[in-house]
């Protein structure tokens, strides 16, 4: 379906009008963003906004276009006021007329079904007259928003039609879940693989665009106080925590397909982990900072059927209180069968074969129907030695922990251990807090905003490699082959808990207990 010329034609483009009256960094060459699936809640609430975001500060180029791509039949201005809308409704900043008509006047909707080749003739045809009226000279971004289902379809076809050239201007980012296991991630990477080079793939996890997951590796390395003691020599052991008090919702059907395992560890946990863990690279480019993660990633320990009960617990929520409200449990939530076997709850105990983490215990937790909705990574240092202290302090010493924040409320906080003012020696344990919002003042942007941004410039440092997607899969296939040989069932937990008992008991057995973040 072809969009006729007028409806690209609104504005002249030789000055920025998102920039009016904006200092901006440089600033990316024009490029158009095609959204397939661009009627879903995922552009509606998360990218659009957050163009709209990026287009406020200053930070698209003058030339920046969308081209909806969607089955449902509307006409461009339809959608542009749907979006207009949406921008109302989820953006950080309140709409600004002058910068939403600048943005506005780029957005064009092609309606299409994702399988109907002549569809992506138009759509070339479309992408060529933007070419020549916003100068975007073959600079396309293709974002896969449409249902996991469709993906290789789209690729495909972009393929067929001569939408993409080996290492051209032409990038596709591909949202989670990147398969459902191992065997269907490297498919699928030999399916996009297939028809864009490795360089042009953005595999995105909006983990990585949370400004405490960005500042992992700042505060590792541009900090001398810390990387010196970021080893097996003065850790003790690392949790990291992802807790949400909201249970599957509308996701029943969804979730029984997924689980915990599946829908949160394989990736966002990953990810958190390698960037905590890794070596330092050699330098900020992209390839040097994944290349430690896969390093990282490949050093985890197999974890085989016979030790899968003792280094992992899998729970499933129950029926509880949250905030003074009575919650349903998992297998009486719509779309779930009644005798479920579903993961609501996964915690691991992993370790890491290289040099600087040898002996240290990495234990990660995820769960729904949690108390509170909270992310953390804590490192717990070794204690000091009970020499000087001891005899005079009336509680032991606790031992120091860096704990980052990334949500709800990110930055950085550290435990030590001061004297209470008096005639007395009494040590207790007191909080240093770092928030980026009482710091910096300004609202961290949101994770889509980084991450459109960088892919727009053509910066994959926060996005996932083919080969990383594959080591994080083939640790999960593990555990879920661990669980079906030992045919484990998830322990109940009463929803508003921490998790199972069972998921206590693994930490205390070496001596451990889990923080209340």
């Known amino acids: 379906m072809l969009i006729c010329d007028s409806a690209l034609m609104e504005i002249p483009f030789s000055d920025n009008p998102f920039r009016d009256g904006q200092i901006s960094r440089r600033s990316p060459e024009p490029c158009a963003l095609v959204i397939f699936g661009a009627t879903g809640d995922l552009t509606r609430r998360k990218l659009v906004p957050a163009i709209y975001n990026l287009a406020h500060e200053g930070q698209l180029p003058a030339g920046f276009a969308i081209v909806a791509f969607a089955r449902r039949p509307k006409t461009t201005e339809e959608f542009r006021a749907e979006m207009r809308a949406a921008v109302e409704q989820f953006s950080r900043f309140p709409l600004n007329a002058g910068v939403w008509d600048a943005l506005a006047a780029g957005i064009v909707y092609h309606r299409s079904e994702f399988a109907a080749p002549e569809e992506y003739a138009a759509l070339r045809e479309t992408l060529a007259q933007l070419d020549r009226r916003r100068n975007t000279s073959g600079r396309r971004l293709f974002y896969l928003a449409c249902a996991p289902s469709e993906f290789a379809t789209v690729?495909?076809?972009?393929?067929?039609?001569?939408?993409?050239?080996?290492?051209?201007?032409?990038?596709?980012?591909v949202e989670k879940p990147f398969g459902t296991d191992l065997p269907s991630a490297r498919e699928l990477n030999r399916v996009v693989t297939g028809v864009f080079d490795e360089s042009q793939v953005f595999r995105i996890d909006h983990y990585l665009g949370k400004e405490t997951v960005q500042n992992i590796l700042s505060l590792r390395f541009a900090n001398a106080i810390f990387e010196p003691l970021w080893n097996q020599k003065y850790v003790d052991h690392v949790q990291i925590t992802v807790a949400?008090?909201?249970?599957?919702?509308?996701?029943?059907?969804?979730?029984?397909?997924?689980?915990?395992?599946?829908?949160?560890?394989?990736?966002?946990?990953?990810?958190?982990?390698?960037?905590?863990?890794?070596?330092?690279?050699?330098?900020?480019?992209?390839?040097?900072?994944?290349n430690e993660k896969v390093k990282l990633l490949r050093a985890i320990r197999p974890i085989s059927p016979a030790s899968v009960g003792d280094c992992t617990v899998c729970g499933q929520y129950a029926r509880g209180t949250i905030g003074g409200k009575l919650v349903a449990g998992y297998r009486d939530e719509p779309n779930v069968a009644p005798d479920s076997a579903t993961e609501t709850y996964v915690a691991l105990?992993?370790?890491?074969?290289?040099?600087?983490?040898?002996?240290?215990?990495?234990?990660?937790?995820?769960?729904?129907?949690l108390p509170k909705q909270t992310a953390e990574i804590a490192v717990q240092f070794k204690p000091s030695p009970p020499v000087l202290f001891a005899a005079a302090s009336a509680v032991p010493l606790q031992p120091n922990v860096?704990?980052?924040?990334?949500?709800?409320?990110?930055?950085?906080?550290?435990?030590?251990?001061?004297?209470?003012?008096?005639?007395?020696?009494?040590?207790?344990?007191?909080?240093?807090?770092?928030?980026?919002?009482?710091?910096?003042?300004?609202?961290?942007?949101?994770?889509y905003e980084r991450l459109l941004h960088d892919a727009i410039a053509d910066d994959s440092t926060l996005f996932l490699r083919g080969d990383e997607v594959e080591c994080t899969w083939a640790l999960t296939d593990s555990i879920r082959a661990g669980w079906e040989t030992n045919r484990a069932e998830p322990a109940f937990y009463e929803a508003g808990s921490w998790g199972p008992r069972e998921a206590d008991e693994m930490l205390e057995r070496d001596g451990r207990q889990w923080r209340r973040p």
């Open 155 to 173: 690729i495909e076809q972009l393929g067929a039609a001569g939408l993409v050239e080996p290492r051209g201007p032409q990038r596709i980012i």
């Open 244 to 290: 949400e008090s909201l249970g599957v919702e509308t996701r029943g059907a969804f979730y029984e397909r997924a689980g915990a395992l599946r829908d949160m560890v394989s990736n966002h946990m990953m990810q958190l982990l390698a960037l905590t863990a890794m070596e330092s690279p050699s330098s900020l480019a992209a390839e040097d900072i994944r």
């Open 349 to 369: 105990h992993l370790h890491l074969d290289n040099w600087r983490w040898a002996g240290v215990p990495f234990y990660l937790r995820h769960g729904k129907r």
């Open 402 to 447: 860096l704990a980052l924040r990334i949500q709800p409320d990110e930055g950085i906080a550290i435990r030590m251990n001061a004297k209470v003012p008096g005639t007395t020696l009494n040590i207790q344990p007191v909080k240093m807090d770092f928030p980026y919002g009482g710091s910096f003042g300004d609202s961290s942007p949101d994770a």
